[in-house]
């Protein structure tokens, strides 16, 4: 292909003869550095660091070495192997593998085969090296001159800005303008692929059934979930849909693969070594299916995903794959939640004396759906980190997208919380209507008028949350609806306000230190 660059335009039949003379000069010298194996049986563990809703699907092409994640590549071949020592190449190996954590074992004999050195070669031969590996050597070049093609040959000189040839009189010819190539051979050490060279050890020469592992850059997954909500905030249903997105930019393509996904924080060592395969309880995920998808089991503290087909994972592409039958008419929450309040510090040095400080506030209004991942509510299934995508139908029956977060690797029997965005027909504010300090005695007393409006045509119940940030120590004094404790420095008071109508919550706090 390179070869043929900088083809000019010429008449059919002669660009085909040329092309032809070409791909034979340069295929058979390729020919003779491909290694003797049998077509390979791939089986991929493929492991991910990506932060969900980390990569973008359309910026992949930018994160080459940069992204997250790597795979562990089972590769199970028919090798002919000498008796005793001798060389044995293995090609076809991604161009981002470790070559530190190859391993290779004959399950034809594996206690009489054994390597004992190891050589990965990446000097890929393409058309910058091929020149300079002849310069002083003989080659043939094809100029197009109108519709004939003129073969000049020579010695090559250089090959900077042009060639410089001199032909067998003596006479130096510089060519800026060339439609071909023909180089009789393959320079000794330009290879076409990544290859691993061993040194084997072999008590049995002929085929051997072997397998090599090795681990890779350049591959990575992650997950999608997609949720139609249904009902309204007084019945609410969603399904479930769970996709997996696998990226292969390892340099290397894996046909007729077995798929395997990790999911949780596995730690890496630099350098470290591939590894080894653990018993594990299986536990199937879902019902089989006429297309069997994913089945999870427990790996050591983490979980494993394997796909139960085949599939090809083809070099710099993208794959989605189901990860679980959709769930149907789970049972869900929707909530609304106003925030007027700055947040609490995560110590103190000392009380928030400042008088102003939060003291006026207009508060926003997240809107947030909430939903138990148990077995009685249609999942119960570990979920992978991904992001969220929730979609509703509007009154036309078409599906919108209404919002999307981030959820962390979720075990079974937990409740996860979605905030889909704030409220447009739900607005307040906030306000200091009372403050004393009392510095001898060591105590501020605040009083706080909360004002929420609802502008829906309907009712809606909204939560007030607040933050109670002056000081560790704290006590509610005083207020007109009651108060309840999430935690240390958070309250809530929840108010269920009728269409177009308003709520005051007016409550007083004491802190003491």
Same mark, same amino acid.
């Given at each position: ?24 000069t ?8 491909t ?9 991929l ?30 590769d199970?071949?028919?090798?002919q192997?000498?008796n005793?020592?001798?060389e ?13 954590t190859?391993?290779f ?9 054994r390597?004992?050195?190891?050589n ?22 094809d ?5 004939q ?10 090959a900077?800005?042009g ?11 510089t060519?800026s303008?060339?439609a ?5 051979s393959?320079p000794?050490g330009?290879?076409t #692929?990544?290859? +691993? %060279? ?7 020469? /002929?085929?051997?059934? *072997?397998q090599? $592992?090795? @681990? ?10 997609n949720?139609?909500?249904k009902?309204d905030?007084?019945d ?5 849909a ?8 390892s340099g290397a393509s ?29 536990r199937t ?6 297309a069997?998808g994913f ?18 994972l083809?070099?710099?592409s993208?794959?989605?794959l ?10 869900? #929450?929707?909530? +609304? %939640? ?7 510090? /995560?110590?103190?040095g *000392?009380?928030? $004396?400042? @008088? ?11 809107a947030?759906?909430?939903?138990d ?10 979920l ?7 979609n509703?139908?509007s ?11 981030v959820i ?12 889909l965005?704030?409220a ?15 510095t001898?005695?060591?105590?501020i ?6 004002s929420?409006?609802n ?8 939560r007030v949350r607040?933050y ?9 004094t005083a207020?007109n609806?009651?108060h ?11 108010v ?9 919550i ?5 802190y003491?230190?």
């Amino acid at each position: 292909e390179w070869c043929r660059r900088r083809w000019t335009l010429a008449p059919q039949r002669t660009e085909n003869r040329t092309m032809r003379r070409s791909l034979i000069t340069i295929g058979v010298a390729l020919a003779m550095s491909t290694a003797t194996a049998s077509s390979p049986d791939f089986s991929l563990t493929v492991y991910s660091s990506a932060a969900p809703g980390q990569i973008s699907a359309e910026q992949l092409v930018n994160f080459g070495l940069h992204l997250p994640g790597y795979a562990l590549v089972r590769d199970r071949r028919m090798l002919q192997l000498p008796n005793g020592t001798g060389e044995v190449r293995f090609s076809d190996v991604a161009t981002r593998i470790d070559p530190t954590t190859v391993s290779f074992a004959s399950i034809t004999d594996p206690d009489g085969t054994r390597v004992v050195e190891q050589n990965y070669q990446f000097d890929l031969v393409d058309g910058q090296k091929l020149l300079s590996r002849y310069i002083g050597e003989t080659v043939s070049v094809d100029q197009v001159r109108g519709d004939q093609v003129e073969t000049v040959t020579g010695k090559l000189l250089s090959a900077t800005n042009g060639l410089i040839l001199m032909q067998p009189n003596g006479e130096v010819q510089t060519l800026s303008h060339y439609a071909n190539i023909a180089f009789p051979s393959l320079p000794g050490g330009l290879i076409t #692929k990544p290859t +691993l %060279v061993w040194l084997v050890d072999a008590r049995r020469g /002929g085929e051997h059934d *072997a397998q090599v $592992s090795y @681990q890779t850059q350049g591959m990575t997954w992650w997950s999608d979930y997609n949720v139609i909500l249904k009902g309204d905030a007084n019945d609410c249903s969603m399904d479930l849909a769970a996709w997996v997105t696998v990226v292969n930019q390892s340099g290397a393509s894996y046909p007729n693969a077995q798929l395997k996904l990790v999911a949780g924080e596995v730690n890496r060592a630099p350098a470290a070594p591939a590894p080894m395969a653990l018993g594990m309880a299986k536990r199937t995920m879902v019902a089989e299916s006429t297309a069997p998808g994913f089945e999870e089991s427990e790996l050591f503290e983490y979980h494993l995903y394997t796909l139960g087909r085949r599939t090809e994972l083809p070099n710099n592409s993208t794959k989605q794959l189901e990860l679980f039958p959709s769930a149907v008419a789970m049972k869900c #929450k929707r909530e +609304l %939640v106003f925030t007027a309040s700055p947040q609490p510090y /995560g110590f103190w040095g *000392a009380p928030i $004396s400042d @008088q102003g400080y939060g003291a006026t506030n207009s508060g926003v209004v997240g809107a947030w759906l909430e939903f138990d991942n148990k077995q009685a509510n249609g999942l119960g299934l570990p979920l992978p980190a991904g992001r969220v995508r929730v979609n509703q139908a509007s009154k036309d029956g078409s599906l919108e997208f209404i919002g999307e977060d981030v959820i962390k690797h979720t075990p079974r029997n937990e409740t996860l919380r979605i905030k889909l965005g704030e409220a447009f027909d739900v607005v307040g504010e906030r306000k200091q209507v009372d403050y004393k300090i009392d510095t001898s005695g060591k105590r501020i007393d605040e009083t706080f008028e909360i004002s929420v409006r609802n502008r829906k045509k309907q009712a809606a119940t909204i939560r007030v949350r607040e933050y109670l940030y002056r000081w560790s120590s704290w006590a509610i004094t005083a207020e007109n609806v009651k108060h309840d404790k999430r935690d240390a420095n958070t309250v809530d008071f929840v108010v269920n306000i009728p269409a177009d109508g308003e709520q005051k919550i007016r409550y007083s706090v004491r802190y003491t230190w």
